[in-house]
């Protein structure tokens, strides 16, 4: 069986074309192309991988941070609402000091305004303390000033309404009097 011969058509088909040189190496790239190319791309993406990491990161951080801040001053306008009726609870303390009988009135309102302060206090809300203090416009804001023979220039003389710092942020500023120095002869 190997005599045998194939017939033509089968010896021609598995005869090699003949191929010029020049159409193979000028078109397709030798393997050690190929691995330098593959490499570039590698590094590209890992490069864009991980600055994508460092974004998100960054964006995962400020929006943390973000809301911190929301959660920290979140109660402010319930302490802004809160405090008209401190004002009020106040004057009334004042009002019931100058009348005769009403001991019992002012007791009571001094132990609501004292409530309210606890009250605020829990929620880390502090007053500020601006009597005989000199002027900061960040923690007061002066409604008037007024000579004083008693107090440097630039000094509080009279608060007229407390403010109220909530952490480190001022909710509202103590509306004050402040001395002009010495009435002038």
Known sequence: MADMEQPEEIQNQTEEIPVE???????APTV?????????????NQDRFLRS????????????????????YAAAPFIQDLLPAL?????????????????DLKQGV???AKQLLDVLS?????????L???FDPNLHEALQQMPSDEHPPMT?????????????????????????GPAEG
């Open 156 to 180: 509080v003389i009279q608060e007229l309404e407390q403010g109220f710092i909530l952490n480190d942020r001022v909710v509202r500023p103590t509306k004050v009097i402040v001395s002009s």
């Open 87 to 103: 004002d009020n609870l106040k004057r009334a303390v004042d009002a019931a000091e100058s009348a005769d009988q009403v001991g």
């Open 132 to 134: 005989g203090k000199p």
């Open 53 to 72: 990491q460092a974004e998100l990161d960054n964006v995962r951080k400020r929006h943390q941070k973000e809301m911190e801040l929301l959660r920290q």
């Open 32 to 44: 050690e192309e190929q691995l330098q190319s593959a490499i570039s791309e590698r590094d590209e």
């Open 122 to 130: 829990k929620h880390n809300v502090t007053p500020i303390d601006a």
């Open 21 to 27: 040189e020049s159409e193979v190496t000028d078109e």
């Open 110 to 112: 001094e132990m609501v």
